[in-house]
């Protein structure tokens, strides 16, 4: 995989799961990352602690997304700046979102507005404001899902948000061709993350997920990081606008 000494990266949600995953794979190639973590101190420092253990370089930066205060992106870019000390970004992975069950009768207002301030706005203004401070020859990785393809009725908000994403790296990969800054989603499926905790008290609906699935088994955020890492590099160049199906064949057929 490519090699991405002297590159630095800002991984949001990076305290747990993909985003930990993630945060560690750039780190062992070599970048600068920038841990970024809502709440959870104890988590964003085993994070920390883990890279630093390898021998990787990176830093935490909190802010918490989804308020009602218009700081959070702002709160994000400060202690970013702080820790990049004046060198400029290369890499900006959008991982940070949360999920959310309930179909289109359940769902409240409240819950639906919360998950697009996560997992829409935030990303959208994170790379509003990253713009003018990524290298030209840049990466843009936002972390998307298998819902935007496989009807999932209690995820449909998830999966709506999910879908915007989708678009807006679609949107921004061909706008930013000039700068030759590549705009790539990754579509992870069920991964083995805290995010899937009450699937994995029911083994046999873990069993279920794992038969639908073209490659027999639940996803590992390394699944994830290491496609991430591929994108990030040299090596994707030419790959943009892209949303790589990272499923392990989730859901292909109908298993008859």
């Known amino acids: 995989m490519g090699n991405l000494t002297g590159k630095a990266a800002l991984v949001t949600g990076a305290s747990r799961g993909i985003g930990r ?43 918490e997304f989804g308020l009602e205060s218009d700081d959070e992106v702002e709160t994000l870019f400060s202690g970013l700046a702080e820790g990049l000390d004046g060198r400029p970004l290369d890499i900006l992975v959008n991982n940070a979102a949360i999920g959310h069950t309930g179909s289109i009768e359940s769902a ?74 590549t705009v790539n989603s990754v579509a992870a499926g069920v991964t083995d993350t805290d995010m899937i905790a009450m699937l994995r008290r029911n083994p046999e609906v873990m069993a279920g997920v794992a038969a639908a699935t073209a490659l027999g088994r639940i996803g590992d955020p390394a699944d994830i990081s290491d496609i991430v890492a591929f994108l990030a590099s040299d090596d994707a160049r ?8 990272a499923t392990g064949g989730m859901c292909l057929g109908l298993g008859i």
Do not use: C
């Open 238 to 245: 030419w790959v943009t606008g892209h949303v790589v199906d």
């Open 21 to 63: 995953a993630i945060a560690r794979r750039l780190a062992a190639d070599g970048a600068l990352v920038a841990v970024h973590y809502a709440t959870n101190d104890a988590a964003a420092e085993a994070t920390l602690a883990s890279i630093e253990a390898a021998n990787g370089r990176a830093f935490l930066v909190r802010a």
């Open 108 to 181: 409240t207002r409240e819950e639906f507005d919360h998950v697009f301030a996560v997992n829409v706005r935030a990303p959208f203004f994170i790379i509003q404001r990253a713009l003018p401070l990524i290298n030209d020859g840049g990466r843009v990785i936002n972390i998307s899902s298998s819902v935007t393809r496989i009807a999932v009725s209690h995820e449909l908000v998830y999966g709506m948000a999910k879908g915007a994403l989708d678009i807006l790296g679609r949107t921004l990969a061909h706008s930013l061709g000039a700068r030759n800054i």
